[in-house]
């Protein structure tokens, strides 16, 4: 498999474990769902933490240069090719099989 189709591949399915996560979490915490299998436990804890609100300050420090630095990251983005289609659209478990034809025996 590419690496640009693995990588494709992967982030959607993040997207659908990430999707099913936050529905487990808010059934746990919101809908009283048990809290205990036979496996395993959730354990709930409530952290706080406190945030600067940078709004607040005066504009000469927010515009004053002294305060701040410039930090860069590169993303990666992948975007489908307009005339390609998703190779990753049908179920994991549906696939088809390609072989050569031939007309000679």
Do not use: C
Request: charged share 35%.
């Amino acid at each position: 498999m590419h690496p640009v189709d693995e990588l494709h591949h992967l982030r959607r399915e993040m997207s659908k474990l990430k999707t099913r996560a936050d529905a487990l979490r808010h059934d746990l915490l919101e809908r009283g769902a048990p809290r205990r299998s036979n496996a395993f436990e959730v354990r709930i804890t409530t952290t706080r933490r406190r945030t600067f609100l940078k709004d607040r300050l005066p504009p000469e420090i927010l515009e004053d240069p002294r305060y701040w630095s410039v930090n860069s990251t590169q993303t990666l983005q992948v975007v489908a090719l307009a005339d390609e289609p998703d190779l990753f659209e049908k179920d994991a478990d549906d696939f088809e099989v390609i072989e050569r034809w031939s007309a000679a025996p």
